[in-house]
């Protein structure tokens, strides 16, 4: 990412998804279905902070196939 980009505390939805290794597409969808990160609207834009990817991606930490995460 540019300095520009680590400098700015919101994402834009492709570099939310660059940061957390995933298409676009799929953070959209999970916007349209739920169960992804939290994120902001500035007008008609999508806005992601780091915390919230890092909170997110947390949250789906497994041991195995088995046993779901600890919430």
Do not use: I, Q
């Not at 834009?12 to 660059?18: Q, R, T």
């Not at 041991?63 to 779901?68: F, G, I, K, Q, V």
Request: glycine share 10%; with cysteine.
């Amino acid at each position: 990412m540019s300095d520009e980009t680590n400098k700015c505390r919101f994402l834009s939805v492709v570099e939310a998804a660059k940061y957390l290794g995933l298409k676009r597409s799929t953070l959209d969808h999970y916007r349209w279905v739920g169960g992804g990160p939290k994120y902001r609207k500035h007008g008609g834009r999508v806005f992601y902070t780091k915390e919230a990817l890092d909170d997110w991606s947390e949250g789906r930490e497994f041991e195995n196939t088995a046993t779901p995460a600890a919430s």
